[in-house]
Each structure stands twice: as structure tokens, then as C-alpha cells.
T-cell receptor, first 112, second 113 residues
Framework: GDSVTQMEGPVTLSEEAFLTINCTYTATGYPSLFWYVQYPGEGLQLLLKATKADDKGSNKGFEATYRKETTSFHLEKGSVQVSDSAVYFCALSDRRDDKIIFGKGTRLHILP | ETGVTQSPTHLIKTRGQQVTLRCSSQSGHNTVSWYQQALGQGPQFIFQYYREEENGRGNFPPRFSGLQFPNYSSELNVNALELDDSALYLC????????????FGPGTRLTVL
């Protein structure tokens, strides 16, 4: 079945460092891809999405490009801030139904 | 605009008991999805309700059941609780079917002793 694999955490970086969180997926169809973020004590929030190959999703300085040839959707940010500390989930949704399949999450710690 | 709310925030039950979790969807949303998030894991899809009917189910046993009411709020019921049911239960609402964005509530933390 469809699945998402993302790099394990925790990831610890200094403020203003470059961030990459790797994500690859397996899907039989043509899924939409998402990154969700979960701040401490809060619910999941959609960070960005891409619905077809070569689409780039972006929000709050974060970017991810839908790469069909490598089945990847890596999350990047050029300069992280302490406020970016959270758990990040890569996810996909197959167009055949509405369920979202999540990766296990990557905890990110940003040190001042 | 009111976001997705869930109650209670925390709950402690013992094995074999039954539990009901509640979710109020965001204004204007008619679809509710439920997810289970075990500690250190990503959320797993339990089921979805669209206009009061179940509209898809994940790999969860029948003791996980749900309801959606005419105002589109929803309940998740779990019977015969097991220790492995301890998790954060998330509710998400969306407008219609298809790939419309799902908005998540803060979750209910269930502990089964």
C-alpha cells in the first residue's frame, strides 16, 4: 500500500542554519504531497502542499518540490529560526480517497 | 470563524472500558476525519464521515465506531479499550470530498491503564 518514509529525528540545528528534512513516498497512483507541522501543544497545521510532479510548495520560507522520478518531497528552509522548533510530518493523499497517510514525523530543535 | 475543537483534552480509562470522544468541525465544513497518533508516530487514518455517513475506513477493528450529527459535529467511540489504544486522537474537518484541506483540532490524549 501507499506509504511515506521520512528521516528520523531529532534534528538539532543552530539558528540561521540551512534545513533539509528528507521524505520519500510509495504510491500506486498520483498522490498529492504535503508537509504538516505540529507545534508543542497544538494541532497539526498544513505547512505546504504540491499536487503534481514538479510543483513546488512554499510557505513561511519553507519549500518542497514534488519529484516524481525520485518519489521524493524533501523539505528545505534557508535560514531556520528558534520558532521553527516543532515536529514535521510528510504526508500524501491518494486521489482515490480522502485519507491522508503520514510519515512518522521528524522533531526539529533550533538552538539560539 | 471557529476552528476545530475537541473534547475532552485528556482522558484516563482502564482496559475493557468504553470511551466517547467529541469533535466540532470548523464552520462551513461537512466532512470529519479521525486519526490516531501513537507516541512518536505519525497519525493513522481511522475513518471519515461526510454528511452523516461513513465515507472510508482505515485498518481499525469494528470496536472503533463513529457518528456524525446534522450539525456536522462528530463522535468517535471505542469499545473494549486495550492498552495499545493509548494515543492522541485527532479530528480534522474539511469542506466536501476530494483533496480539500483538512483542518486539525488539538486532539484528545487518551491513556488506557
Amino acid at each position: 500500500g501507499d506509504s511515506v518514509t521520512q528521516m528520523e529525528g531529532p534534528v538539532t540545528l543552530s539558528e540561521e542554519a540551512f534545513l533539509t528534512i528528507n521524505c520519500t513516498y510509495t504510491a500506486t497512483g498520483y498522490p498529492s504531497l504535503f508537509w504538516y507541522v505540529q507545534y508543542p501543544g497544538e494541532g497539526l497545521q498544513l505547512l505546504l502542499k504540491a499536487t503534481k510532479a514538479d510543483d513546488k510548495g512554499s510557505n513561511k520560507g519553507f519549500e518542497a518540490t514534488y519529484r516524481k522520478e525520485t518519489t521524493s518531497f524533501h523539505l528545505e528552509k534557508g535560514s531556520v529560526q528558534v520558532s521553527d522548533s516543532a515536529v514535521y510530518f510528510c504526508a500524501l493523499s491518494d486521489r482515490r480517497d480522502d485519507k491522508i497517510i503520514f510519515g512518522k514525523g521528524t522533531r526539529l530543535h533550533i538552538l539560539p | 470563524e471557529t476552528g476545530v475543537t475537541q473534547s475532552p483534552t485528556h482522558l484516563i480509562k482502564t482496559r475493557g472500558q468504553q470511551v466517547t470522544l467529541r469533535c466540532s468541525s470548523q464552520s462551513g465544513h461537512n466532512t470529519v476525519s479521525w486519526y490516531q497518533q501513537a507516541l512518536g508516530q505519525g497519525p493513522q487514518f481511522i475513518f471519515q464521515y461526510y454528511r452523516e455517513e461513513e465515507n472510508g475506513r482505515g485498518n481499525f477493528p469494528p470496536r472503533f465506531s463513529g457518528l456524525q450529527f446534522p450539525n456536522y459535529s462528530s463522535e468517535l467511540n471505542v469499545n473494549a479499550l486495550e492498552l495499545d489504544d493509548s494515543a492522541l486522537y485527532l479530528c480534522a474537518s474539511s469542506s466536501g470530498q476530494g483533496l480539500n484541506e483538512q483542518f486539525f483540532g488539538p486532539g484528545t490524549r487518551l491513556t488506557v491503564l
